[in-house]
């Protein structure tokens, strides 16, 4: 009986595995360097665990993790509210709320950012 197990995963796994927000994940999924779709669904795409593993791995480009106040940062941060808020139907955060987030935590952030200079 062979051992290995193989696993599709979705774009919240990727997510929850990276620490990014689903929309992060479906936007580097655009990106050449990202594994191919084993199938795509009605619930979205899935893909070999294993070939998201080797991405991580060898590098992933277009990632902006350095910058935690920088723009990209902050809209997945706003993204990731709006995820969490979803997950437990507390409320459905739409694209212009998104960036209505956005503009309430750019201040705090950039604040935060100011101290630890």
Known sequence: MDSTVLRLVGAREIATRLGRSRQRIQQLAEQEDFPEP??????????????IED????GRDGDPAGDVCG?????????RIADHLAERDQILVDGDLVGALVEVLRPALRSLRCRRD
């Open 71 to 79: 723009e990209d940062a902050i809209r997945e941060l706003a993204e």
């Open 55 to 58: 991405w991580i791995h060898r």
């Open 38 to 51: 084993f199938q795509e669904l009605a619930m979205g795409r899935v893909w070999w665990e294993h070939d």
